[in-house]
């Protein structure tokens, strides 16, 4: 079967929800931010700070072209990962997408309940959070968009399994 690509902004919600898909379409479910830190053996901080940014996107470049098309997996990619290496186009290549478009006050409401202390790009301390995510948000747009589905934070889990069925 496809593989389904779980895309959007951080917090937006692409981990919890694909392991709850993978769970229902009984498929396997990775994690590719997971992935990264079991093979580099240090935090996504840590990454950034010794080896900065351009080294994770090369790793995230890598680790996405171990997906092959028709794998039957259920992947929730990093916030950042279809915007860089042209990812997007070996992520739809390679199964069916679903955006995960929800609002940035969302995203910053959410970042600062949790704590994100492990995603070094958003630091819930920074009074300018809500404006440079939202500049990040417009950024990444034109990408996220090129994904087969895109559904809000208030679609239903039925209706996205509804809607991603048909593409499968
Ligand atoms: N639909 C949702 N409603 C409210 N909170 C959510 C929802 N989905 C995820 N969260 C919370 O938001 C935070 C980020 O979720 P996560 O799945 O890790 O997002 P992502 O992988 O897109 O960064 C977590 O604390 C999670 O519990
Ligand atoms: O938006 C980004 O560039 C990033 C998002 C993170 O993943 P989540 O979207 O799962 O938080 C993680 O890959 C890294 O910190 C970079
Ligand atoms: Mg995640």
């Not at 992947?75 to 186009?89: I, K, L, R």
């Not at 958003?122 to 500049?135: F, G, H, I, T």
Request: glycine share 8%; hydrophobic share 35%.
């Amino acid at each position: 079967m496809k593989n389904i690509f779980l895309i959007g902004m951080p917090s937006s919600g692409k981990s919890t929800l694909g392991k709850r898909i993978a769970d229902v379409l009984h498929y396997r479910f990775i994690d590719t931010d997971k992935i990264i830190v079991r093979e580099e053996g240090r935090s996504i901080p840590e990454i950034f700070a010794q080896s900065g940014e351009e080294y994770f996107r090369e790793v995230e470049r890598r680790v996405l072209r171990t997906i092959r098309p028709g794998d039957s997996l259920v992947v929730s990619t990093g916030g950042g990962m279809p915007c860089f290496h042209e990812n997007m186009d070996y992520i739809k290549s390679t199964g069916v997408s679903i955006f995960l478009d929800v609002p940035v006050e969302v995203l910053v409401r959410r970042i600062l309940a949790h704590g994100h202390e492990d995603r070094p790009l958003n630091n819930p301390n920074d009074p300018e959070l809500l404006a440079v995510l939202q500049k990040r948000y417009e950024t990444r747009l034109p990408i996220y968009a090129q994904a087969t589905i895109t559904v809000s934070g208030e679609t239903t889990e039925d209706e996205i399994l509804r809607r991603v069925g048909a593409w499968l």
